[in-house]
């Protein structure tokens, strides 16, 4: 067998219908991913009262989790079937020209959001120093040296951390099915070893070049739950049973993980507080903690459990009912903005911005903290639309035409 016949030979799956699921795009998971685009916008408004009440404050995981999880099922409907159906090389591409449409979403959000804060200092000069909140002035102090290492990824700001970090897990998708080629299983190991050893070593990737700060979000150690969502919607690994025990298991890890997780309960009672500091190692976010994963987990097996089978218990009823019809259109904005993640996200990062700027200027009321943050859904919601519809190459339709 040729090098060409055996990159056309497809990965040994014990069931037909496992292959079906990366080819069909489930409900659920636009739904997830579009809840998480919501909750990841008012994660990064600047002081929002809102922040205080996602699911971050209650538990180990949080919509990155989310987000990570739900782009690695997508990916498999996205590149799954090309893989599968082209081979090594022409799946590798395709994940290649995403790559490529990842990075330059980087480049262009850094600058967009650069230039933006530079103008508001210009326009505000009596306001806050917007540079100095995203700690932008050693960039500009030295743009020469600074530029090059924004666009080899060795300069990476906080703030714009999450996109290097997810176009890096993209580069490893094609190894990853190069494994899977030989046995699933191998495929599975590597991710599990991978992020193991970051685990015991701190492996990561240079953050700014003046100093010894890593990537905030290591995706070396975050590629696990991306090829965790992976793994199941291409049926390397079988979907968990729906159990009673299991439900009540996932129930119980989520309530004992709340004490040693909200702020209001582990300051008040030092016993928690001093167990995450010694303990951090299993919850720290950048390298993806043991505790993390595991509570994510739980989470996503009870929320999967109670919307049911296909998403069946999201679905509005057959009623024609008023609540039933509100809730059609909401069900539909929501997933929307999930099919739309990366136009989202992007402009989820930037407007979020703008908005604590606004609230810098009517102040932080509860009614403020309502219209502002409503505001933000608003807009969000108009990038899913104008997205799809951009998308959809209206131009070329025969119908509109004169």
Not at 34 to 52: C, K, Q, R, T, Y
Not at 298 to 310: N, P
Not at 375 to 391: D, E, T, Y
């Amino acid at each position: 067998m040729t090098m060409a016949d055996a990159s056309m030979t497809p990965i040994p799956v014990s069931k037909t219908q496992s292959v079906a699921r990366a080819t069909v795009r489930d409900p659920r998971l636009d739904f997830f991913r579009g809840i998480a685009m919501f909750i990841i916008l008012i994660a990064h408004v600047p002081n929002d009262w809102l922040a205080l009440w996602i699911p971050a404050r209650f538990g180990f995981s949080d919509a990155t989790e989310t987000f990570v999880f739900c782009s690695g099922m997508a990916s498999a409907i996205a590149f799954g079937r090309v893989f599968r159906t082209r081979g090594l090389a022409m799946g590798t591409a395709r994940v290649g020209f995403r790559v490529w449409q990842v990075y330059w979403a980087h480049i262009a959000l850094f600058f967009a959001i650069a230039a933006t804060m530079v103008a508001l200092n210009t326009v505000l000069p009596e306001g806050r120093d917007y540079v100095g909140q995203l700690n932008l002035y050693p960039f500009f102090k030295d743009a020469q040296t600074n530029l090059l290492g924004l666009i080899t990824l060795t300069y990476v700001p906080n703030y714009f951390d999450i996109l290097p970090m997810y176009l890096v897990i993209l580069a490893m998708m094609p190894v990853m099915y190069a494994l899977a080629r030989v046995h699933v299983a191998l495929a599975l190991s590597a991710s599990v070893a991978l992020w193991l050893f970051v685990q015991v070593t701190g492996w990561n990737l240079p953050a700014e070049p003046w100093s010894e700060r890593e990537w905030f979000f290591n995706p070396f150690g975050w590629q696990l739950i991306f090829f965790t969502g992976f793994a199941l919607m291409s049926g390397w690994t079988p979907a968990p049973p729906v159990d009673r025990r299991l439900f009540w298991i996932a129930v119980t890890v989520i309530l004992i993980s709340l004490p040693f997780a909200y702020f209001r309960i582990f300051n008040a009672f030092p016993v928690f507080l001093e167990w995450r500091k010694e303990f951090d190692i299993l919850i720290q976010k950048s390298d993806f903690g043991v505790l993390r994963y595991v509570h994510f987990l739980a989470t996503a097996y009870v929320a999967w459990v109670l919307v049911g089978q296909k998403g069946a218990r999201l679905l509005p009823s057959g009623a024609a009912t008023l609540s039933a019809n509100v809730w059609a259109v909401v069900l539909k904005v929501i997933m929307k903005v999930g099919q739309q993640s990366l136009a989202v996200f992007i402009a989820s990062m930037y407007f979020a911005r703008l908005l604590g700027v606004l609230f810098d200027h009517v102040g932080r009321t509860h009614v403020s903290m309502i219209w502002v943050n409503a505001l933000g859904f608003a807009i969000i919601i108009a990038v899913a639309f104008g997205a799809a519809w951009f998308k959809s190459a209206p131009w070329k339709s025969k119908q509109g035409a004169v």
